[in-house]
C-alpha cells in the first residue's frame, strides 16, 4: 500500500490518495476545492493535482471518502466524481444528523434531504468497504461533528479532524452537535486502543511553532505525547480543556460557506434566474445601538 499526501497551504488541509501498486486500486480521503470568500471564487488547483496524480499512476479510484462535512473547506468530491465517473462519494451515514441541524441553520428549500441521499455511499460504523485490493475498515469518531469517521486500511488510519499531530492535539468540540465527551470515547476507547505502531494520517497541520508541515504519526506516539490528549488524561481534564480552549477560538473563516456546499455532497448551489449561484450566509447581530436598528435586522443567533 502507498499513501500519497497532498498539502493546501491555505486551509491547512491533507488529502490522501491510498493506492495498492500492484492492483492499481485506490481512494481518495478529503479532497479540497478552493474558494477565495473575498471575490466568493471557486477554482480547482488542489483538485487537479490530486486529478493529475491519479491519472499519472492509471489508478483505479473506486472510492472519494469524506471523513466529515467539513468547516474549513469545499469538498473537491464532485470534480473528481467527473473526472472518475466510476468513484463513489461516501460518508459516514450520521451525516443526516448535521443535515438536519444545518439545514434551519442555512434556511434551505424544504425539498433539501436530509436523508444523505446526496451521497452515493453511507458507510455504518464497523463495518469494511471493498475498494478493489484495498479494505477500508470504517470506525465512528463523533466529536468533532456527530458524523466524523476514521478509516483504517492496512495499518493507517486516516483521522480527519478528530486528531492531529501531537503537537496540535484534537480537533474543536464546538460546532453544532459537537462533544468534547464524545470525542473523548472516540479517541481513548477506539483509537487508543489499537496497536501502538499503528499509523495515523491527520486531516490538518496547523504547524505549531512554523514548523515544517508533518501528516504522519503513530497511535503510540499520540497516547504519550499529544499535548491535549493523552493516554493519562481523565474525562474530566479534557473536557473543562477543551471547552475553555474552544470559547477563546474563532469560527473558521470558511465555515457557512464549506458546510452548506458538502452536506450536500460538495455540490454548488443551483443557479438562480439570474444563472449565478449564490451561498446563504447567516446574519449575526449582536448587542446593536437602538439608533442603528430596523424592523428587519432583529437578533439572530447560530
Not at 458538502?262 to 439570474?274: F, Q, R, S, T
Request: charged share 25%; hydrophobic share 35%; aromatic share 10%.
Amino acid at each position: 500500500m502507498q499513501i500519497k499526501p497532498f498539502f493546501d497551504a491555505r486551509t491547512f488541509t491533507m488529502t490522501y490518495v491510498v493506492q495498492d501498486p500492484a492492483t492499481k486500486d485506490a481512494v481518495v480521503i478529503d479532497p479540497v476545492l478552493d474558494y477565495d470568500p473575498a471575490a466568493s471564487k471557486v477554482w480547482a488547483e488542489s483538485v487537479e493535482k490530486v486529478i493529475d496524480f491519479v491519472r499519472d499512476q492509471n489508478l483505479n479510484v473506486h472510492y472519494i471518502l469524506e471523513t466529515h462535512a467539513h468547516a474549513d473547506h469545499l469538498s473537491g468530491s464532485q470534480l473528481l466524481k467527473r473526472a472518475f465517473p466510476k468513484a463513489k462519494i461516501a460518508i459516514g451515514e450520521r451525516i443526516t444528523v448535521v443535515q438536519q441541524t444545518f439545514k434551519t441553520i442555512f434556511d434551505l428549500t424544504e425539498n433539501f434531504p436530509t436523508d444523505g441521499s446526496q451521497f452515493d455511499r453511507l458507510l455504518k460504523d464497523g463495518e469494511t468497504v471493498d475498494a478493489g485490493s484495498l479494505k477500508v475498515d470504517v470506525i465512528f469518531t463523533p466529536g468533532h461533528t456527530p458524523a466524523c469517521a476514521t478509516y483504517k486500511i492496512g495499518d493507517a488510519l486516516f483521522t480527519g479532524d478528530a486528531i492531529f499531530m501531537p503537537d496540535g492535539g484534537t480537533g474543536r468540540c464546538d460546532f453544532p452537535a459537537g462533544s468534547a465527551k464524545d470525542l473523548y470515547n472516540s479517541i481513548t476507547k477506539k483509537l487508543y486502543t489499537l496497536p501502538d505502531e499503528t499509523r495515523v494520517f491527520v486531516g490538518h497541520d496547523y504547524q505549531p511553532g512554523g514548523r515544517e508541515v508533518a501528516w504522519e504519526t503513530t497511535i503510540g506516539d499520540e497516547k504519550r505525547n499529544n499535548i491535549q490528549l493523552k493516554a493519562t488524561t481523565s474525562e474530566e481534564e479534557f473536557i473543562q480543556f477543551r471547552s475553555a480552549r474552544d470559547k477563546t477560538l474563532a469560527a473558521p473563516k470558511l465555515l457557512f460557506q464549506s458546510v452548506q456546499v458538502n452536506i450536500d455532497a460538495g455540490k454548488m448551489p443551483k443557479p438562480n434566474e439570474d444563472k449565478k449561484r449564490y451561498l446563504k450566509i447567516p446574519v449575526n447581530i449582536f448587542n446593536l445601538p437602538a439608533e442603528l436598528r430596523c424592523e428587519d435586522i432583529k437578533e439572530a443567533t447560530v
